[in-house]
Nanobody
Framework: QVHFVESGGGLVQAGGSLRLSCAAS?????????FGWFRQAPGKQRDLVAS???????YYKESVKGRFSASRNSTLNTVYLQMNSLKPEDSAVYYCNKESGPYFNWGQGTQVTVSS
């Protein structure tokens, strides 16, 4: 069974940085063409904010371009999201999964809170 464990979230002041990690298991990591990072704020839907392809291609939601950077390490079966210049509106629970459905089971996510 596929399992994701997200970590690295926390409380940070506006302008600060965090690096999120997502450890994947129960799959052949390299067979997943594109992983996505998603976030969900209270009362809002879960949205894709970034993705990283097998060969390093990336996608970023307009509001995070130039501030977030996604990467993946196939040896460690881990996907990363480097988040710089954080803003209060980046506050949410962050998840990883395939970029598009059908999705695997969602992990517990990691909470990011950015104070102003």
């Amino acid at each position: 069974q596929v399992h994701f464990v997200e970590s690295g979230g926390g409380l940070v002041q506006a302008g600060g940085s965090l690096r999120l990690s997502c450890a994947a298991s129960g799959m052949i990591f390299s067979e997943i063409a594109t992983f996505g990072w998603f976030r969900q704020a209270p009362g809002k839907q879960r949205d894709l904010v970034a993705s990283i392809g097998r060969r390093g291609s990336t996608y970023y939601k307009e509001s995070v371009k130039g501030r977030f950077s996604a990467s993946r390490n196939s040896t460690l079966n881990t996907v990363y999201l480097q988040m710089n210049s954080l803003k209060p509106e980046d506050s949410a629970v962050y998840y990883c999964n395939k970029e598009s459905g059908p999705y695997f089971n969602w992990g517990q996510g990691t909470q990011v809170t950015v104070s102003s």
